[in-house]
């Protein structure tokens, strides 16, 4: 399910949910760190803030005065003044709210592009294993959704927040200086406001988390059948598979009635208290004027900052939760970029200029998770231009003999060297640049054909990608498309078939001419010509290379030198075909089970 939907409502923190940080402090402070450049326009940020917030405190309080001072007295010269001087503070007031606005949009854009540049080089100094443990939609929202909420957040919640406490501290502050007990009338709606909240949320609460819930399911469940709907479809499920979904509809609307109607009480009872606060000060206030205790413009004064006053709370209540959300949004951020990096390259790693491709597995044992033991025993030498197999049931290890010599992950003992070099002691950068990855599912990127096969050599001519592509017996169909190599692919790599798409991937193996290939044979059922022209391209490929072909089809690595079989992370059996065959064994049987099956 997408994070996306996830998204706090608004009176979200009404409901006590949690998206509490873990540390919030040094959060802050961290994402404060990403101001530091920007400190001078921060604090003209925060000048405007108060400037904004005093204004708007000046302005009713003029009012006051132009009632008491000048209307009351008949001084109309005076009223003109201060009317002037009235509309200079409202200017003054959006003014500055919109320069505190404009800046600061300018601070947090700036703040999560340096965000987002930092997490998308992380990604790349990270290894391999942290990308196996996790999903992609996860990280997807690291990148997407939290940066966003951070961005929001600092757009409008941060200005809210200090303007709202600043006002509200100003307007205590003058109501008390002006009449403590008017200002114990006003501050009395505070209590009925808060319990009045609090007795709404508590029904609501557990409405809106019912409908988050709901959603969620509902986005998930829509995720999956439209993405196996070619499953739904063949095995004739739609209607099975609507009427789950009106199930699953009937509860969000269900849910999504009853939360919206209470939490549509929220503005009507703010409203309410508004209008009681409103009448208690004209009243008492009036009774108060009347007793010359207070002046009419005090009354005016009060009637309007009990509205300022209210506003602020209810920002601030609101914004809290935002902020929160967002600060915790910034930590699950923050917990990528320290993450440990794949670790950087032993001091004094070589740079191999060229390899000619032997390969040693001293005894090499290794495991994903501590006290488990996914490989162990690994003993075999590979000749230089030889084409190992690696074979074995699921699981059995093929793929990690692979992410070891390619140092995905290192090995826990044993040693695997290349050329006699120990790989360890070489640097990463260079040891894969000697490598080329032919796999199942072949990546494409959104580009054009040309782009995807230079993706082997950047610098590579158009003419050397053509050559490739020869090879690759890849050529032909790339001409039949209309615009030919300027053809271009979208990631899914639709309108070309898994086949082309292994022959694509094969020739951009071919214009990088490393000396080890890695290959993983297809297992998905590709027609028998494009099957025989993908084996005879391999074959060019294979030529000279040292290869390790992980087989999932015994018949297309009899050529092979050498032919591991794997069982439990461990060499059950090794030889050429012939002899693995001859000893009768593990592989024997496969082979012949193999065979009748084919037959
Ligand atoms: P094969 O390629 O032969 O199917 P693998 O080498 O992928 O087998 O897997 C060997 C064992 O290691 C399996 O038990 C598998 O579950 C486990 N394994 C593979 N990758 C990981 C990983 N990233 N984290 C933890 N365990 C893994």
């Known amino acids: 399910m997408s994070k996306g939907s996830n998204k706090p409502h608004p009176h979200s923190h009404l409901f006590g949910e949690k998206v509490k940080p873990k540390n919030w402090i040094s959060t802050v402070k961290r994402i404060g760190r990403y101001f530091s450049d920007q400190k001078w326009l921060l604090s003209a940020v925060l000048f405007m803030v108060i400037i904004s917030s005093f204004l708007s405190l000046l302005g009713p309080f003029l009012i006051g005065v132009a009632i008491d001072s000048y209307i009351v007295k008949k001084d109309a010269e005076g009223l003109w003044k201060l009317l002037i001087g009235l509309i200079f503070v409202f200017a003054g007031h959006s003014v500055s709210i919109w320069l505190q606005n404009y800046w600061m949009i300018g601070i947090a854009q700036q703040t999560v592009y340096k965000m987002r540049n930092n997490l998308f080089k992380q990604f790349h100094r990270l290894s391999i294993s942290f990308f196996d443990k996790r999903q992609h939609g996860e990280l997807m929202s690291r990148v997407t959704n939290d940066i966003e909420n951070v961005s929001s957040t600092l757009n409008s919640s941060f200005i ?5 406490i600043l006002t509200l501290a100003g307007t205590v502050g003058v109501m008390l200086y002006l009449s403590p007990l008017l200002t114990l009338i006003s501050l009395s709606i505070v209590p009925l406001m808060y319990f009045g909240l609090k007795w709404i949320t508590k029904r609501t609460g557990a409405r809106f988390k019912e409908q988050q819930r709901n959603l969620g399911e509902i986005n998930g ?133 060229s390899v000619k491709g032997r390969v040693d597995f001293q005894d090499v044992a290794f495991s994903y998770e501590k006290d488990e033991h996914t490989v162990s025993n690994l003993s075999f030498s590979v000749e230089e231009g030889e084409t190992v197999a690696l074979v074995g049931p699921t699981g059995a290890g093929k793929t990690t003999v692979v992410n070891l010599l390619s140092r995905f992950y290192d090995t826990d003992k044993g040693k695997v060297l290349l050329d006699g070099h120990d790989i360890k002691k070489i640097k990463r950068s260079s040891l894969r640049s000697h490598m080329a990855f032919v796999l199942q599912d072949s990546f494409l990127f959104e580009g054009s054909i040309f782009e995807n096969i230079r993706y082997g050599r950047l610098n590579a001519t158009d003419e050397e990608v053509m050559e490739a592509a020869k090879l690759a017996n890849a050529h032909s169909f790339i001409q039949k498309f209309p615009k030919g190599y300027n053809s271009i692919l979208n990631q899914e790599g639709s309108g070309i078939s898994q086949g082309q798409k292994q022959l694509l991937s094969i020739a951009r193996a071919i214009l990088a001419d490393p000396s080890l290939l890695i290959l993983d044979e297809a297992t998905s059922s590709i027609d028998t010509i494009t099957e025989m022209k993908i084996q005879e391209a391999l074959q060019r490929l294979m030529r000279g290379r040292t290869s390790f072909v ?41 082979y012949h089970s193999q065979l009748k099956r084919d037959a």
Do not use: C
């Open 550 to 590: 992980i087989a999932h089809r015994l018949n297309t690595i009899q050529q092979a030198d050498l032919i591991l079989v794997l069982h439990d992370g461990g060499i059950l059996e090794k030889g050429t075909h012939e002899q693995l065959l001859h000893q009768n064994g593990f592989y024997s049987s496969l």
């Open 160 to 164: 809210q927040v200090f303007s709202s």
């Open 221 to 353: 469940y829509v995720e999956e059948i439209t993405s196996g709907q070619r499953i739904v479809k063949s095995f004739s499920q739609e209607q099975r598979v609507i009427e789950e979904f009106m199930v699953k509809n009937e509860k969000l609307r269900e849910s999504g009635y009853w939360a919206q109607t209470f939490s549509g009480f929220i503005p009507k009872l703010m409203n309410v208290l508004n209008n009681g606060s409103f009448a208690l000060i004209a009243g008492v206030g009036g009774v108060l004027a009347l007793n010359g205790k207070v002046s009419i413009g005090v009354i005016v004064i009060f009637v309007e900052y009990s509205r300022q006053f209210t506003r602020p709370l209810n920002d601030l209540a609101n914004q809290f939760n935002t902020l929160l959300s967002a600060v915790a949004g910034a930590e699950r951020v923050f917990d990528i970029l320290d993450e440990s990096q794949e670790e950087s390259d032993e001091g004094g790693a070589i740079d191999l200029s």
